[in-house]
């Protein structure tokens, strides 16, 4: 197979542009605000992606004073400094080590659920790869919301969790940009594997 026609998808096409054709990640941002309504938009559509046993575990910090942002400014890779000081709001994202402390609240079909957690290195693992999934669902939702998205993996981390996440139990793992496109906003489309490329029909 080598093309594939988009009229099998059931989402219309405005919106099918809106969250993945057309979205581009933004590298400046204007000085249009972005209101707390449309944060919580956002999490409300983001909440709903699945994760491992409903676990969770992202946590968000909402960056937006300009004192906070001078304290994350400076644990931003030199290249991601300037976007983050443009955009109105920025996501600290991290995930909860101890996640499995809300599985009675969200999965209570399974009494103990929480049980099944006792090493902290499994916790870790599942905490980061599950925060992640949140993540792709919470850069669709942003880009729901008619918002544009910068993720940025240049942090320091160590860094980051001390100034936002001093309790010890919240790991970062991403910082994303969020507001609408300011100055020159895009770098060239980069290429994208083909289906092809990717998928292994059997
Ligand atoms: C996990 C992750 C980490 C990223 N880290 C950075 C970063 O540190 N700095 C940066 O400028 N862009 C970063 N990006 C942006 C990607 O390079 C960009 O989203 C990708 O090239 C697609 O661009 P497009 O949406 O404009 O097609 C990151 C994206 C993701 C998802």
């Given at each position: 197979?080598?093309?594939?026609?988009?009229?099998?998808?059931?989402?219309?096409?405005?919106?099918?542009?809106l969250?993945?054709?057309d979205a581009r990640t933004a590298n400046s941002f204007s000085d249009e605000?972005v209101?707390?309504?449309?944060?919580?938009?956002?999490?409300?559509?983001?909440?709903?992606?699945?994760?491992?046993?409903?676990?969770?575990?992202?946590?968000?910090?909402?960056?937006?004073?300009?004192?906070?942002?001078?304290?994350?400014?400076?644990?931003?890779?030199?290249g991601n400094?300037a976007k983050t000081g443009s955009a109105p709001v920025t996501l600290?994202?991290?995930?909860?080590?101890?996640?499995?402390?809300?599985?009675?609240?969200?999965?209570?079909?399974?009494?103990?659920?929480?049980?099944?957690?006792?090493?902290?290195?499994?916790?870790?693992?599942?905490?980061?790869?599950?925060?992640?999934?949140?993540?792709?669902?919470l850069i669709l939702?942003i880009r729901?919301a008619g918002l544009a998205a910068g993720p940025m993996?240049?942090?320091?981390?160590?860094?980051?969790?001390?100034?936002?996440?001093?309790?010890?139990?919240?790991?970062?793992?991403?910082v994303v940009n969020i507001g609408n496109p300011g100055d020159n906003p895009w770098l060239d489309r980069l290429?994208?594997?083909?289906?092809?490329?990717?998928?292994?029909?059997?």
């Amino acid at each position: 197979m080598t093309t594939i026609d988009a009229r099998p998808l059931a989402l219309d096409d405005n919106a099918a542009d809106l969250l993945f054709r057309d979205a581009r990640t933004a590298n400046s941002f204007s000085d249009e605000p972005v209101t707390d309504e449309q944060l919580q938009s956002i999490y409300e559509l983001t909440k709903f992606g699945p994760t491992l046993m409903n676990a969770q575990p992202l946590r968000v910090v909402a960056v937006r004073s300009g004192d906070a942002k001078n304290r994350l400014l400076p644990h931003m890779a030199e290249g991601n400094r300037a976007k983050t000081g443009s955009a109105p709001v920025t996501l600290v994202l991290g995930y909860d080590v101890d996640f499995h402390e809300q599985l009675d609240k969200t999965f209570p079909h399974v009494p103990g659920a929480k049980d099944r957690f006792p090493d902290e290195g499994v916790r870790h693992g599942i905490g980061r790869d599950n925060a992640f999934l949140q993540i792709g669902y919470l850069i669709l939702a942003i880009r729901a919301a008619g918002l544009a998205a910068g993720p940025m993996g240049g942090f320091d981390r160590e860094g980051v969790d001390t100034e936002f996440f001093p309790d010890g139990r919240t790991k970062s793992v991403l910082v994303v940009n969020i507001g609408n496109p300011g100055d020159n906003p895009w770098l060239d489309r980069l290429p994208r594997l083909t289906y092809d490329d990717v998928v292994t029909e059997l």
